[in-house]
């Protein structure tokens, strides 16, 4: 976690403030990799596109 802390950082110039709200949300099924893995949208093409 120190070093996605150090990334965030060096990417943002600013330290990440919204820790409390991620260990909230972490471990709920949007978040979690294998949810976004299995999910399949998908998006409709006109006629013409």
């Known amino acids: 976690m120190a070093n996605a802390y150090k990334i965030y950082s060096q990417d943002v110039d600013d330290k990440f403030n919204f820790e409390h709200a991620w260990l ?20 409709k093409i006109s006629k013409s596109g």
């Open 24 to 43: 909230l949300l972490r471990d709920e099924p949007k978040w979690k990799f294998e949810s976004m893995e299995s999910s399949s949208k998908r998006s």
